[in-house]
T-cell receptor, first 115, second 115 residues
Framework: AQTVTQSQPEMSVQEAETVTLSCTYDTSESDYYLFWYKQPPSRQMILVIRQEAYKQQNATENRFSVNFQKAAKSFSLKISDSQLGDAAMYFCAYRSHSGNTPLVFGKGTRLSVIA | ETGVTQTPRHLVMGMTNKKSLKCEQHLGHNAMYWYKQSAKKPLELMFVYNFKEQTENNSVPSRFSPECPNSSHLFLHLHTLQPEDSALYLC??????????????FGSGTRLTVV
């Protein structure tokens, strides 16, 4: 079974600085999808960014980018120019390409942004 | 709004009560999910429905009873709950397996308190 590990329960960053959240996963599959979700205090789980495993190019969405290392099974999220609104729980998630298994989530990293 | 609507937002119920949580999506998705999110615990997948058929029940106690009358609606019927069932209950939807894998779209959740 696939597992997703987020080794940093909590992180903090100064406003306008850059922070990287770590995620590793374990799978025997070669084709899959990886996601980062954000859950602010409003509780809404929001998709931040996704990566298809067959794509070598790292995904980017404005200030959010990933460092996808397939061989190392690592999928870190970099937030540049951090803003107060970035404060939230961040969850890394995995889904197989076949989609026959549900999304597998890590335990989350709580990010605080210091003004 | 993400396209997945959950009602009610908050619910307080006694251990002998019967209540229902509702989830509705108008995204054209064919798979729907119930997750339980407790404090300091990872997201727990409870039930999965694909094309209205339940495809996964993650050893959930029978006091939780799901119902999926069509691909757009999902209910979670609650009866004789325990205080440890107090949590945030999240509904999500996605394309069914084999129809694209772009992650899940979540509702805002129902905060349930059992007294």
């Amino acid at each position: 079974a696939q597992t997703v590990t987020q080794s940093q329960p909590e992180m903090s960053v100064q406003e306008a600085e850059t922070v990287t959240l770590s995620c590793t996963y374990d799978t025997s599959e070669s084709d899959y999808y990886l996601f980062w979700y954000k859950q602010p205090p409003s509780r809404q789980m929001i998709l931040v960014i996704r990566q298809e495993a067959y794509k070598q190019q790292n995904a980017t969405e404005n200030r959010f980018s990933v460092n996808f290392q397939k061989a190392a099974k690592s999928f870190s999220l970099k937030i540049s120019d951090s803003q107060l609104g970035d404060a939230a729980m961040y969850f890394c998630a995995y889904r197989s390409h076949s989609g026959n298994t549900p999304l597998v989530f890590g335990k989350g990293t709580r990010l605080s942004v210091i003004a | 709004e993400t396209g997945v609507t959950q009602t009610p937002r908050h619910l307080v119920m006694g251990m002998t009560n019967k209540k229902s949580l509702k989830c509705e999506q108008h995204l054209g998705h064919n798979a729907m999910y119930w997750y339980k999110q407790s404090a300091k615990k990872p997201l727990e997948l409870m039930f999965v429905y694909n094309f209205k058929e339940q495809t996964e029940n993650n050893s959930v106690p029978s006091r939780f009873s799901p119902e999926c009358p069509n691909s757009s609606h999902l209910f979670l019927h609650l009866h004789t709950l325990q205080p440890e069932d107090s949590a945030l209950y999240l509904c999500a939807s996605s394309q069914a397996p084999g129809q694209g894998n772009y992650g899940y779209t979540f509702g805002s959740g129902t905060r349930l308190t059992v007294v």
